[in-house]
């Protein structure tokens, strides 16, 4: 089993261009989540999703659009970068709601430059 | 809201050394707590957590934690660090109605050989 996996690992945009990122999993989780992480300020939720065909927002969700069409994948677009969005890109997926005790299992990261 | 503050930021140790770093959430609800590692180049990886029952948790690589509802805290310690535990990690909670993980701003340990 792959896990959670990501695509691209590593990307560098020009300020306007846009992006997808991926995130794949084979764990068959319902839940699935996108962060970034940037220094000093751990990791911030963007946005969510609690199965198929549902997403919501997170703490930090303007400029970024996202996807979950099928159960073992969830998109991350960017439609118009900018130099603020320059991060690392973690997607994590969890199994159904237990109380939040569950845990969340990460990808190994997507990390995004904008000039 | 929910809140996670880690106070230690950056914690330089030396191989043999014990460890503690401090984590306090707020947060009035019933919690689950988190302790994640990243490694140089790696995903998170989960260390220990706690949910119910003994306060007292043993995680992975010989790190524990102790959830004290008083002080409300979840601080990790392991009795002997070494070269390998050179790593960021991060707390986390989540309570309510909410699957969401709010993580605390990370500590970065340096464990010199």
């Known amino acids: 089993n792959a896990g959670v996996t990501q695509t691209p690992k590593f990307r560098v945009l020009k300020t306007g261009q846009s992006m997808t990122l991926l995130c794949a999993q084979d764990?068959?989780?319902?839940?699935m989540y996108w962060y970034r992480q940037d220094p000093g300020m751990g990791l911030r939720l963007i946005h969510y999703?609690?199965?198929?065909?549902?997403?919501a927002k997170g703490e930090v969700p303007d400029g970024y659009n996202v996807s979950r069409l099928k159960k073992q994948n969830f998109l991350l677009g960017l439609e118009s970068a900018a130099p603020s969005q320059t991060s690392v890109y973690f997607c994590?997926?969890?199994?159904?709601?237990?109380?939040?005790?569950?845990?969340?299992?990460f990808g190994p990261g997507t990390r995004l430059t904008v000039l | 809201a929910q809140s996670v503050s880690q106070h230690n930021h950056h914690v330089i140790l030396s191989e043999a050394a014990s460890l503690e770093l401090g984590c306090n959430y707020s947060?009035?609800?019933?919690?689950?707590l988190f302790w994640y590692v990243q490694y140089p180049g790696q995903h998170l990886q989960l260390l220990l957590k706690?949910?119910?029952?003994?306060?007292l948790v043993k995680g992975i690589k010989g790190f524990e934690a102790e959830f004290i509802k008083s002080k409300f805290s979840f601080n990790l310690r392991k009795p002997s660090v070494q070269w390998s535990d050179t790593a960021e990690y991060f707390c986390?909670?989540?309570?309510?109605?909410?699957?969401?993980?709010?993580f605390g701003t990370g500590t970065l340990l340096a464990v010199q050989p």
């Open positions: 994590a997926t969890q199994t159904g709601y237990s109380g939040g005790s569950n845990t969340q299992y």
């Open positions: 764990m068959n989780h319902e839940y």
């Open positions: 999703s609690v199965g198929e065909g549902t997403t």
């Open positions: 947060y009035g609800g019933t919690v689950n």
């Open positions: 706690y949910f119910s029952g003994d306060p």
């Open positions: 986390a909670v989540s309570g309510g109605a909410t699957n969401k993980l709010i």
